[in-house]
């Protein structure tokens, strides 16, 4: 049974309050072997206490399956990208090299590269995955655009990043300021243009936005 | 973007459509739903299929070689030939109970006959008699049965030859039925 189309996943890094509870719940995932999938990365650790947390963004064109020489990494006809299929993967880390989000994760002990997988085993059957239903502060939302509409009147979803020369669209949707006029994230802009994350407000440190665009 | 983009196959980093990909594209996709791929369980239930219906087949086959010996028909009473007809040391094929069965009649000493059906029970050779040396034998793998009772001597058979039984009435010899053996 494939996740319902209505249901989205919504990712709001400006809410995140870095109490780590996704982290401890993504473990306990019945897919997930007891193991953690999310890590929760500081925006600019010397100067802001902000976290956001890291989850697959389950893109269209996933990089990650096409580095993989093992044909190990498989995307559902719903758009989520599972783990590597255990009896494929042979652990050569090119999927953790490869992926622009830095998701997969490198089991060495299990021989077997492991990355979120939105929780498959409970959002195919409707329910929310285990990182967005324990967030207090709905930072990770999972449900439908209307509810996203009405929860954050100042917020609209965005999924597709520039990565350089590559534009990638994924399933999971990210939050920017409803008035920022952009169309795209541009990531490697903002890892090379630190001025934007510093000036900018907590919930702007993605966005390659200049300062005079935006009204702080 | 709605999540009905999803619903197709995903998008190489090209842009390309499906088609002008190269041929490891196309045969190792990144979609479940074109990739031929065979889970754990499902092969187990191929397995477990495949083994369920050679258990039928065992059955079956049990249930019908069963059925055959119900209703087989005792052979008729068939002449084969006038007792003068075969001298001794001389043999005669004919065929009995079916068209399909050669059986060789032989003459071993006076008033002694004794009948056998002629195919080898190795690989359904015919075997030829040789009453001179008390033995019937099958040219094709070298194999020999005793002349008098059908049990294998030499060679590959394991089985004798099926027996038939006789009846001798006004000097004229007829065939009763047949006589399988194990050894």
């Known amino acids: 049974m494939p996740v319902s189309e209505l249901q989205e996943f919504f990712v709001d890094p400006g809410r995140c309050i870095g109490c780590n509870a996704c982290v401890q719940a993504c473990g306990e995932c019945d897919t997930h072997k007891g193991s953690s999938m999310i890590q929760l990365d500081y925006i600019d650790y010397a100067s802001s206490p902000q976290t956001v947390p890291v989850i697959c963004m389950h893109c269209q064109s996933p990089t990650c399956a096409e580095v993989c020489p093992a044909d190990a990494i498989k995307r559902m006809a719903d758009g989520v990208v599972m783990t590597a299929r255990k009896p494929r993967c042979i652990a050569c880390n090119n999927c953790v090299l490869a992926c622009p989000f830095g998701v997969p994760k490198m089991h060495t002990e299990m021989h077997l590269m492991m990355k979120c997988d939105m929780c498959y085993d409970r959002s195919s059957v409707g329910k929310k995955p285990m990182c967005a239903s324990v967030c207090p502060s709905q930072a990770l939302f999972f449900g439908t655009r209307a509810e996203i509409e009405k929860l954050r009147p100042n917020s609209r979803p965005i999924n597709t990043f520039k990565f350089g020369g590559q534009s990638i669209k994924t399933k999971v949707n990210m939050m920017v300021p409803k008035h920022i006029p952009i169309e795209q994230l541009d990531i490697t802009a903002a890892i090379y243009d630190p001025t934007v994350s510093i000036n900018l407000e907590d919930e702007l440190w993605f966005a390659n936005v200049s300062v005079s665009e935006v009204s702080v | ?183």
């Open chain 2, 1 to 183: 973007m709605s999540t009905e983009d999803f619903e197709n196959a995903s998008v190489a980093p090209d842009g390309q459509p499906a088609e002008e990909q190269p041929v490891w594209r196309q045969e190792y996709p990144i979609d479940w739903s074109a990739s031929e791929y065979v889970t754990r369980r499902e092969f187990t239930r191929l397995l477990l299929v495949t083994s369920f219906a050679f258990v039928v087949g065992q059955a079956w086959i049990v249930l019908s070689s069963l059925a055959k010996k119900v209703s087989a028909a005792q052979p008729p009473r068939v002449e084969i030939a006038t007792v003068d007809q075969v001298p001794v040391g001389g043999s005669l094929l004919f065929y009995y109970p079916t068209d399909n069965s050669p059986c060789l009649l032989v003459h071993l000493k006076i008033d002694q006959y004794v009948a056998f059906n002629q195919k080898c029970t190795h690989l359904s050779c015919p075997v030829l008699p040789e009453v001179d040396q008390g033995r019937f034998h099958c040219p094709c793998h070298e194999g020999e049965f005793d002349i008098q009772t059908g049990v294998p001597l030499a060679g590959p058979p394991r089985r004798r030859l099926p027996q038939v039984t006789l009846e001798f009435a006004n000097g004229r010899i007829y065939a009763t039925g047949i006589e399988e053996g194990v050894a």
